[in-house]
């Protein structure tokens, strides 16, 4: 099947994505380890327990641990360093080293003694961790891990927004390629989106590639005019404001968590507004809150459950089929991260140029603290 640049083989062990190619076995991500109930229109994960693999299946739970011990011991002996974001299968978070949003993950990737990263995540997030780390050796476990934000602007496509308003200060989402990085004056997460706006000295600011979190961004921060770039999230995106009520309906004194990836209608109705690190901490705000409604993708609830275990957590459901269910950072699961050690594969790569221009944007990035 072939999806604009991207050739995808399934069923032959070979994915093609773009100029990323990599074999992936089967190409089946196994989710087994989780039970999701639908009822009355609702959907909830349920871990069953404090880990991803204590469904009551004996076997897999002693496999699943046996794998995560070779792959620790792997990680020792190469001296790699496990990053995974909040939206990584549950079990692949445990073996991590580290779990956080894209802001935080950068972070941790800078200034560690690891010799190698392995990069549990998209290839966007594993090239960022190249470019804030060119002596280190990153690998991602599957290149086929893209993501649609990501893709929605090129080059050539901010060089004639670019061209369009030759005044603006370009702040670049970090869900972009180092390309698009490389050519716009500073990125941002959204863990910090509206401090690095306000921070910048013009009063015109272009902002790219995500309109919901530009049109969130402007509102924020009412003194700069902000022209926005249309691409979107669509895990995200597909949420619509009427799927949040029916939740809010059926758990009336829910505090309702959203990501400002989600658009207008459901960040109305929420209590917060943060990144999947922030959602962390924005639980503990509400510490009388025995119920919250999650607007993000759904993994994150395992590390709220892990967190405040004593806490309800509701996915804020999209259309049937979507269920904020990101497919690409399921892409990775534990034997893709166990041959990604072994054999020091998918290894991030980035241009010198190139990676000396986004260097310079995330650098001004990391000098801005979060929004909160
Ligand atoms: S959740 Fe959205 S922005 Fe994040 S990796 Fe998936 S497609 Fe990209």
């Keep these: 099947m072939k999806v604009g640049s991207r050739r995808w083989e399934v069923g032959s062990g070979e994915t093609e994505v773009g100029s990323r190619k990599s074999e992936v076995g089967s190409g089946e991500t196994e ?29 897999r739970a002693e ?17 790699a360093l496990i990053l995974a974001h909040n939206y990584q299968l549950p079990e692949v978070q445990e073996v991590a080293d580290f779990v956080g949003d894209s802001l ?5 990737a800078q200034g560690t003694g690891s010799d190698m990263v392995v990069f549990c995540g ?35 496509s901010l060089l004639d927004w670019k061209a369009r308003y030759p005044d603006c200060t370009v702040v670049t989402y970090i869900n972009s390629s180092a390309e698009v ?35 969130w961004v402007a509102r924020q921060v009412p003194e700069k005019e902000v022209v926005i770039y249309d691409g979107c999230c669509p895990t995200h995106d597909v ?64 590390q709220l459950k892990k967190r405040y275990p004593d806490r309800e957590f509701v996915i804020a459901d999209g259309c ?32 010198g140029e190139v990676a000396a221009g986004a260097r310079r944007a995330l650098e001004r990035m990391m000098a801005v603290p979060r929004d909160r």
Excluded at 39 to 59: C, I, M, Q, R, Y
Excluded at 63 to 79: C, P, Q, V
Excluded at 266 to 278: F, N, R, Y
Excluded at 333 to 348: A, I, Q
Aim: with cysteine.
């Design 63 to 79: 496999e699943t641990h046996a794998l995560s011990d070779e792959i620790r011991a792997l990680a020792r002996k190469k001296n």
């Design 104 to 108: 935080a993950l950068a972070q941790k």
């Design 31 to 59: 989710v087994g380890s989780r039970r999701w109930v639908v009822g009355n229109g609702e959907t909830k994960v349920d871990f069953l327990g404090p880990a991803p693999w204590s469904d009551g299946d004996a076997t």
């Design 181 to 215: 990085k490389a050519l716009s004056d500073i990125c941002c997460t959204s863990a910090n989106a509206v401090s690095v706006v306000r921070s910048v000295r013009s009063k015109r600011v272009l902002f790219t590639p995500d309109r919901n979190l530009g049109r």
């Design 239 to 302: 949420l619509r404001g009427v799927s949040v009520k029916g939740q809010r309906n059926r758990h009336p004194e829910a505090v309702v968590i959203a990501h400002p990836e989600c658009r207008e209608d459901v960040l109305a109705m929420a209590d917060e507004i943060c990144s999947t690190s922030g959602m962390v901490e924005a639980v503990a705000r509400h510490p009388d809150a025995k119920t919250f409604i999650i607007a993000t993708e759904w993994s994150l609830v395992y």
């Design 122 to 156: 998209v290839h966007f997030m594993a090239e960022s961790a190249k470019i804030l780390n060119p002596a280190k050796k990153v690998l991602l476990p599957n290149l086929a891990a893209g993501c649609s934000l990501a893709d929605s602007i090129t080059p050539e």
């Design 320 to 351: 049937i089929g979507c269920r904020l269910h990101c497919p690409y950072m399921k892409m990775n699961d534990l034997p893709l991260v166990k041959r990604s050690l072994e054999e020091e594969v998918f290894e991030v790569t980035v241009d």
